[in-house]
């Protein structure tokens, strides 16, 4: 019957097509039965065969125990019925299919946070529904990781490099919403898939021969997101959405795919603490914004409320405001359990005295999906003034989000740059020139507010071309800052202090350490322009001396989804020399 050469047999080793030959990604060496089942999946078949039907050994959990996927495909394949092994044979896989009870499915999408270097880019993880309806009562699939690293630069070293070991795991999904509650920030997208019981039952048996089986963990590919396509695949084979396999692969794209596959049924949002804390505080006005603040710093009693000059609608938004804002102290460890039990349940109680009202305390609309954003690459092409010469440039950037490019769907205020390069051509010296290379580029930009003051930073690592007092010269860059940012309606205002190091063999010593500040405004305009203008000034006093200031202006129209225009212009000073740089480029993103 020549099954091994099946695409089912094929989704559930994770076989890839290589040269001539096969290839699985699972490298545990204990998933499979056969000496060579990693590269022969005629052998696994035939080691599966052999012993799922033959006779069973004694052993700490038998292969119908944990191979319950392969059974089933089997058991089909060569016309048994289906039987999976019962309570008495195989009591935790029974004691588990119950709990679970595996009968649709959802795919979860935590939004990116750039404060954590796990996370900066989102993940994704898939969740079971059973006869119960609620969200949280759900059991979700997770691949990641594991790791205790808690050094952002080794972690990131190890995970572009396959020094880790990915593991499946389930787990009930409350206990996952905590976790990203816990993170402040991380807002939650739901996508209710288009999966039949007898599909989720399928992705679910797979997870099960899963369990304790690690992969090599590479952070830009064999990540979260691309080993839970496995699961989507062993569900519905034909999807075929680990091929071709991709150079890199966001969380996002992944979400993207699943939808372009007509899969994703519906989407609900789920905003973070902080999110709907900003929310609640907007719908305030200044005299319930102190009221709020006294209640949840402890100050004032819950029940003192009564007391104030309002009607029941507003007291209503006061105590909602004042209750998130003391979880968000929580999370943040400004109290401990106790206190927090303690205040927490009295606005709760104070609360469930005035009726249900409006549920969350605010007006506010859901934003644009996360997967209705632009996409994570991008690729500019344009034609500007440079020094004293007109350039040609292409600039590329795998990923994966600039605070000028179009803000549906991302995190307000956060950009995430890796390997952005920019290249400049000049018609009259026939000169190809590196502009820049961004390693990294990271800014967190999070706005205050009447309960809550995160620090906004940012840091980047690089190559850019500047002037130095011996000519025009590619400048290793090593970057930092920290500071606060401010929302006023569609406008972001913020104000960091910096210290950077610049390294180039014809700066005194090489070097050139120095502090400065910078400041800027980030505008919405309508619902397609978006500006941002920028000062900064730093003071190097350590190696090459000297000031350096910029004034800059950067604008994007967005066309489509898929495509805007962007204007840079901007007047520096380097080392006391002035320069008029203006670039007008077509972005393409995808």
Request: charged residues 25%.
């Amino acid at each position: 019957m020549k099954l091994h050469e099946q695409r089912y047999w094929q989704v559930l080793l994770h076989y890839r097509e290589v040269g001539d030959g096969w290839v699985s990604q699972i490298d545990d060496p204990t998933f499979f039965l056969a000496a060579k089942g990693k590269t022969s999946p005629r052998d696994e078949l035939l080691a599966t065969v052999a012993a799922l039907f033959g006779p069973q050994r004694a052993a700490e959990e038998s292969p119908r125990c944990r191979y319950v996927a392969r059974l089933a495909w089997l058991q089909t394949e060569l016309g048994f019925p289906v039987i999976l092994p019962d309570a008495a044979e195989c009591p935790d896989f029974q004691r588990t299919l119950q709990r679970v009870d595996p009968r649709a499915a959802t795919l979860v999408f935590p939004g990116s946070y750039p404060n954590s270097p796990a996370s900066m880019f989102g993940h994704t993880l898939l969740n079971f529904h059973g006869a119960y309806e609620s969200k949280p009562l759900a059991h979700a699939a997770n691949y990641s990781a594991y790791t205790d690293e808690s050094n952002g630069f080794a972690y990131a070293i190890k995970g572009i490099t396959g020094g880790y070991r990915g593991y499946y795991s389930l787990l009930p999904y409350y206990d996952k919403i905590k976790e990203y509650s816990g993170l402040e920030r991380r807002d939650i997208w739901e996508y209710r898939l288009r999966l039949t019981a007898a599909e989720s039952r399928k992705m679910f048996l797979h997870l099960w021969e899963l369990r304790n089986i690690y992969s090599d963990y590479y952070f830009f590919d064999e990540n979260c997101s691309s080993n839970l396509l496995y699961l989507l695949e062993a569900a519905r084979p034909d999807l075929r959405l680990t091929e071709p396999a991709p150079l890199w692969v966001m969380p996002i794209d992944t979400v993207r795919l699943v939808d372009q596959h007509d899969l994703v049924e519906q989407a609900s949002y789920r905003p973070s603490i902080a999110t709907l804390l900003s929310r609640q505080a907007d719908v305030l006005d200044s005299a319930e914004r102190g009221l709020a603040q006294r209640l949840a710093g402890g100050e004032m009693r819950a029940e003192e409320l009564a007391e104030a000059e309002l009607d029941g609608e507003r007291k209503a938004r006061v105590l909602n405001a004042a209750a998130t804002a003391v979880e968000l102290k929580y999370i943040k460890k400004e109290l401990d359990l106790g206190a927090y039990r303690s205040r927490y349940l009295q606005l709760l109680d104070e609360r469930s005295r005035l009726g249900a009202g409006s549920a969350d305390g605010h007006t506010a609309q859901d934003p644009v999906r996360p997967d209705h954003g632009h996409g994570t690459t991008r690729l500019g092409l344009g034609l500007g003034y440079s020094g004293t010469r007109w350039v040609q440039e292409l600039n590329f950037r795998p990923a994966n989000h600039s605070l000028l490019d179009p803000e549906e769907g991302y995190l307000s205020g956060s950009q995430i740059e890796l390997g952005a390069v920019a290249i400049n051509f000049n018609d009259k010296g026939r000169q190809v020139q590196l502009k820049r290379l961004q390693l990294v580029d990271i800014v967190s930009l999070s706005p205050v507010n009447a309960f809550d003051a995160p620090l906004s930073w940012q840091v980047k690592l690089g190559l850019r071309r500047q002037v130095l007092p011996e000519g025009r010269h590619l400048v290793s860059c090593l970057g930092s800052g920290g500071g606060y940012a401010w929302q006023a309606s569609r406008m972001l205002g913020y104000l960091l202090l910096e210290i950077e190091g610049l390294h180039e063999r014809h700066m005194q010593n090489d070097i050139a350490i120095g502090g400065g500040a910078s400041a800027g405004l980030l505008a919405q305009i309508g619902g397609s322009w978006r500006v941002h203008v920028r000062g900064r000034q730093i003071h190097y006093l350590l190696g090459e001396r000297g000031w350096s200031g910029s004034f800059d202006l950067g604008q994007n129209l967005r066309i489509n989804r898929q495509n805007s225009l962007s204007l840079e212009l901007a007047r520096r000073l380097d080392f006391g020399i002035w320069t008029t740089e203006g670039m007008l480029l077509w972005n393409r993103y995808w």
